[in-house]
C-alpha cells in the first residue's frame, strides 16, 4: 500500500510539474483527452488560461495561423516577415477545406515580397479554384543560363518590380481528377542591370536585356488531387498537376510561347505517422521564346521552394527539371516538434546546346514547431547545403511541398 501510494503521489506532483512549467510543454502530452500540443497552448499555459483545445476529426471552425518573423535567407538576408494562413472548413461535410495564405517581407537587400495564394473548393468538390497573387520589388543576384559555366562570383545585379496575377478553374471529370482554363499574367517593369564587371559567360546581356517585359498567356491545367490538406499534406494522398501554357502577343505578350509545367507530390506513410514525401518539378519550353525573367529558374515554383540547398535563381534555363525526397518524422510524442531530413537534384538547359549537361544537388535537415494543431499547420525552419559551397537557411509557414 505504501509502495502503491507513494508511486500515485510522484505521478501527481510530475502532472503538477509539467502543467505548471513552460519548458515541458513540448515534451510531454497534456492532462485530458487531448494529447496533442502547439504553439497557442504554450501561450494559454504562460497566461494560465483554462480553455479545453482539443481537436476532432474534423475542422468545424476557421483556423487562423499568424506569425511575425525576423528570418535570415540566401536571397534576402536579413528580412523582417508576416505571415498568415486561413483554413476555412466547408458547411459541405464531402467538401475539402478552402485554404487562404499570405505574406509580406521587407528585406535587408531593398526587397519587398508581397503574396496572397488561396485553394478553394467549391460544393461537394465540383470545382477548385486557385489563386497566385503577387508584388514583388526585387533587386537581386542572376548568375545567367545554365549550369556548366555557372559561376558565384560572375553575376549580374538586376532590379525591377514585379506583377504576377496567375488564376484558373478546374472542373471535377472523375474522382479527385479535374481539369479546366486558367489565364497567367507576368509583367516585370523597371528591369535594369547595375554590373559591369565579373559578369555571367552567357546572361542578361546576351540573351537581350529589356526595360519592361510581359508574359500573358492562357492556360488547361490537368489536377489530381487526394490531400485533404495543403499546408500539411496526409499520408497515403498525392498531387499532380500538369498546365499546358500559351502566351499570346494577341494579349501583349513580348514573344509567343509554349510550354508545360508538371508538379508531382506522393506522401507514403510509414511507421508511427512518419512519412517519405516525394516531389517532382519540370517545365519544358516547346517553341517561342520568353523574355529572360521568366525563363524557369531555382525556386520559381508556387512557393519559391525549389532547390533548397542554392539562392533563388541560381541556376536558370529553358527546360528545368528537379526532384527531391524528404522523410517527415516526429520527435516530442504530443506533436509539438518533429523534424525533417531532405535532398534535391536539378538540371537545367545550357544556353547554347539547349541541352542538359549536369545535375546539382542539395540536401539539408530542419525542425517542424507545431504552430496550430487544428489546422495542422507547422513553422518549418531548415538549414540546407548545395555544391560549390552554397548554404543557408529557408523557413516556410507550412510545410515546403
Do not use: C
Not at 97 to 111: D, F
Not at 259 to 281: Q, V
Not at 296 to 321: C, H, M, V, W
Amino acid at each position: 500500500m505504501l509502495i502503491s501510494y507513494t508511486s500515485k503521489a510522484q505521478l501527481q506532483k510530475d502532472s503538477s510539474l509539467h502543467k505548471k512549467n513552460i519548458f515541458t510543454l513540448a515534451f510531454y502530452k497534456q492532462p485530458g483527452k487531448d494529447s496533442m500540443v502547439d504553439f497557442v497552448d504554450g501561450i494559454y499555459r504562460v497566461l494560465k488560461i483554462n480553455k479545453d483545445r482539443s481537436i476532432g476529426e474534423t475542422i468545424s471552425k476557421p483556423q487562423f495561423s499568424f506569425i511575425p518573423a525576423v528570418e535570415y535567407s540566401m536571397i534576402s538576408k536579413l528580412a523582417a516577415s508576416l505571415n498568415a494562413n486561413y483554413v476555412k472548413p466547408s458547411k459541405y461535410l464531402a467538401t475539402k477545406n478552402a485554404t487562404y495564405s499570405t505574406e509580406l517581407k521587407i528585406t535587408q537587400n531593398k526587397q519587398i515580397i508581397s503574396q496572397f495564394i488561396s485553394n478553394i473548393w467549391l460544393k461537394n468538390n465540383e470545382y477548385n479554384i486557385n489563386t497566385n497573387w503577387s508584388y514583388l520589388k526585387f533587386p537581386q543576384k542572376d548568375f545567367g543560363l545554365g549550369t556548366a559555366n555557372n559561376q558565384l562570383d560572375r553575376f549580374d545585379q538586376i532590379d525591377y518590380s514585379y506583377l504576377k496575377l496567375h488564376q484558373s478553374i478546374v472542373k471535377r471529370i472523375a474522382q479527385n481528377w479535374y481539369i479546366g482554363p486558367g489565364l497567367n499574367i507576368d509583367y516585370r517593369w523597371n528591369i535594369s542591370d547595375s554590373s559591369t564587371v565579373n559578369k555571367p559567360i552567357y546572361g542578361f546581356t546576351q540573351y537581350g536585356p529589356s526595360k519592361t517585359s510581359n508574359s500573358t498567356g492562357l492556360t488547361v491545367d490537368l489536377l489530381y488531387d487526394s490531400r485533404t490538406s495543403i499546408v500539411n499534406p496526409n499520408t497515403a494522398s498525392a498531387y499532380l498537376n500538369l498546365s499546358y501554357r500559351s502566351n499570346l502577343t494577341l494579349l501583349g505578350s513580348d514573344y509567343a510561347l509554349q510550354s508545360i509545367t508538371m508538379d508531382l507530390r506522393k506522401y507514403i506513410p510509414l511507421f508511427r505517422k512518419n512519412m517519405l514525401a516525394f516531389w517532382s518539378y519540370n517545365v519544358l519550353t516547346l517553341s517561342g521564346k520568353a523574355p529572360y525573367l521568366d525563363i524557369p529558374y531555382t525556386a520559381s515554383d508556387r512557393n519559391s521552394n525549389t532547390g533548397r540547398g542554392f539562392i533563388q535563381g541560381r541556376f536558370r534555363g529553358e527546360k528545368l527539371f528537379f526532384a527531391e525526397s524528404e522523410y517527415r518524422f516526429g520527435i516530442t510524442e504530443n506533436g509539438f516538434i518533429g523534424g525533417v531530413v531532405f535532398a534535391n537534384m536539378l538540371s537545367v538547359a545550357e544556353p547554347l546546346q539547349k541541352g542538359l549537361q549536369q545535375i546539382r544537388t542539395g540536401y539539408g535537415a530542419g525542425i517542424r514547431i507545431k504552430l496550430n494543431k487544428h489546422s495542422n499547420t507547422n513553422v518549418a525552419i531548415d538549414y540546407a547545403f548545395g555544391q560549390g559551397g552554397s548554404q543557408g537557411i529557408f523557413m516556410n509557414l507550412g510545410e515546403v511541398f
